[in-house]
């Protein structure tokens, strides 16, 4: 029974990264046609963006080599599922020219909020990812192509320990300045506590960044995405990164564990009242599907108990 509490938006849109983000950090390379038809079944289940692939090179990310090849089997689900979005990862340029090649209309770029982690994941200072990102982000409005900025590391880094607000919030504001439309914080290893989540997204606001630009995309080490997800739902944010299953984690911070599991997400939500447009059974029996192909069982508490471990 759905109990709707005070101060939470109406609807949700959940950015689902399974698809990529989950698939990149599995030891399990899947064929090209089962990526497919996942990312079918998502959007059959209700999803209304998915996000398909990266285009990062292959020797970095070898589980998304075939984006080339994935993409152009996916990009006319929109015209079956209308309003559905698929955007791709790009690391630079070369990366926004295969996507628009293959008639992207949305991307994203990953950026650090940390100076080791974009040295580890970027191979560059902080400052110099940014100038990177800059012609991708011009060359994409110039193209009226979409573009997300990831922003990791916002709570905690494996090296560099409590990451400051103020840091946090200066490259995230410059990547909204190069001009994308929307900045997703990460709580990349899952250190983030609720508390910090209010804090980070009131800073933010005081820097005139509201909830309305803004999404979260929080990992579940500690058993903390969800409770953090409510937080920054009573902040005002009604964008939300989860991953069906709960697959992912990150291959260059080994302390990361998996994305918030997409099931467990709309569990609670269903349960507050907010609307997602995600049919749950649905959902929960794709995730079940891919742990077959995956040959494990998901780690999806909701998939658990809806369809059980088998």
Not at 111 to 135: K, Y
Not at 244 to 271: F, H, I, Q, R
Request: charged residues 20%; hydrophobic residues 45%; aromatic residues 6%.
């Amino acid at each position: 029974m759905a109990v709707r509490a005070d101060g939470l938006p109406q609807r949700v849109r959940i950015h689902e990264v399974g698809p990529r983000d989950g698939l990149q950090n599995e030891s399990v390379a899947l064929p090209v046609e089962v990526k497919a038809e996942f990312i079918a079944r998502l959007a059959q289940a209700g999803l209304t963006t998915v996000e398909a692939t990266s285009f990062v090179h292959p020797k970095w990310v070898p589980q998304l080599a075939d984006a080339e090849e994935l993409f152009p089997k996916v990009s006319t689900l929109p015209q079956q599922y209308p309003g559905l979005r698929l955007p791709v990862l790009v690391p630079n340029e070369r990366g926004l020219d295969r996507a628009l090649d293959l008639g992207a209309t949305e991307i994203a770029v990953f950026g650090s909020a940390t100076e080791t982690f974009a040295a580890r994941n970027l191979n560059r200072t902080v400052a110099e990812s940014l100038e990177m990102f800059a012609p991708v982000v011009h060359r994409a409005a110039e193209a009226e192509v979409r573009v997300r900025g990831y922003l990791s590391m916002c709570f905690g880094d494996p090296w560099e320990g409590p990451v400051a607000t103020e840091q946090v919030v200066a490259v995230g504001k410059a990547l909204l300045d190069l001009g994308c439309a929307e900045l997703s914080l990460g709580d990349t290893i899952g250190t983030g506590t609720p508390g910090q989540v209010e804090a980070l997204l009131g800073a933010f606001a005081a820097a005139g960044v509201g909830p309305e630009r803004l999404a979260v995309h929080f990992h579940d080490t500690y058993g903390q995405a969800l409770a953090n997800t409510l937080a920054a739902l009573r902040c005002g944010v009604s964008v939300v990164d989860a991953s069906a299953g709960g697959l992912g984690g990150c291959p260059y911070a080994k302390s990361a564990t998996g994305n918030l599991a997409t099931e467990d997400l709309v569990w609670m939500l269903d349960g507050l009242g907010i609307e997602t447009g995600v049919d749950l059974a649905a959902l929960a029996a794709t995730s079940q599907w891919l742990a077959g192909h995956l040959g494990r069982p998901s780690p999806s508490r909701a998939v658990r108990a809806l369809v059980g471990s088998s």
